[in-house]
T-cell receptor, first 112, second 114 residues
Framework: GENVEQHPSTLSVQEGDSAVIKCTYSDSASNYFPWYKQELGKGPQLIIDIRSNVGEKKDQRIAVTLNKTAKHFSLHITETQPEDSAVYFCAASNQGAQKLVFGQGTRLTINP | DAGVIQSPRHEVTEMGQEVTLRCKPISGHNSLFWYRQTMMRGLELLIYFNNNVPIDDSGMPEDRFSAKMPNASFSTLKIQPSEPRDSAVYFC????????????FGEGSWLTVV
């Protein structure tokens, strides 16, 4: 089955700097890669996703890149703000969203 | 839209007791998922339904766990008997197949078995 590895497990950056979180996946048939943000005491919320037919997608300060050959994808957050502090999860699936396999999560802290 | 609604939000129960977690998916969604989140194992898919039919329950840990979806607006996850190692946050999520496959999560049910 699919296995998703996520790094780093914790990340601390200064406000205004960029943050990058990386994930690798094992199943070459995976074709859907979402990123979720989870705030304390809440459920994960989708922030951006990418499908295997594109290499990069951007939404304001957030971007995701996908390298299918290397089987890895990354989340980039620019101009970080205190409200970006949360746990971020990557996921992968070869069945759309029907069977997402999640990474272990990255606790991002933005220092003012 | 009210989003995915889960109850109870918090439950503390004694080992051996039956636990029932409830979920109301987003109206109109046709897929429903139960996930479990722990520090050790992260987010794990337990089971999912399409059009009220269980499609994949390979993530259900053991026979003590069962899930039902009697209609499109309600699902339950039951643990009987409960054990301390079942302590976790249980998330229900739903999606509309074809809507870009976005999964929307509820706020979770925090279960502690003592």
């Amino acid at each position: 089955g699919e296995n998703v590895e996520q790094h780093p497990s914790t990340l601390s950056v200064q406000e205004g700097d960029s943050a990058v979180i990386k994930c690798t996946y094992s199943d070459s048939a995976s074709n859907y890669f979402p990123w979720y943000k989870q705030e304390l005491g809440k459920g994960p919320q989708l922030i951006i996703d990418i499908r295997s037919n594109v290499g990069e997608k951007k939404d304001q300060r957030i971007a995701v890149t996908l390298n299918k050959t290397a089987k890895h994808f990354s989340l980039h957050i620019t101009e970080t703000q205190p409200e970006d502090s949360a746990v971020y999860f990557c996921a992968a699936s070869n069945q759309g969203a029907q069977k997402l396999v999640f990474g272990q999560g990255t606790r991002l802290t933005i220092n003012p | 839209d009210a989003g995915v609604i889960q109850s109870p939000r918090h439950e503390v129960t004694e080992m051996g007791q039956e636990v029932t977690l409830r979920c109301k998916p987003i109206s109109g969604h046709n897929s429903l998922f139960w996930y479990r989140q722990t520090m050790m194992r992260g987010l794990e898919l337990l089971i999912y339904f399409n059009n009220n039919v269980p499609i994949d329950d390979s993530g259900m840990p053991e026979d003590r766990f069962s899930a039902k979806m009697p209609n499109a607006s309600f699902s339950t996850l039951k643990i009987q008997p409960s054990e301390p190692r079942d302590s976790a946050v249980y998330f229900c999520a739903s999606s509309l197949t074809g809507d870009g496959n976005t999964i929307y999560f509820g706020e979770g049910s925090w279960l502690t078995v003592v």
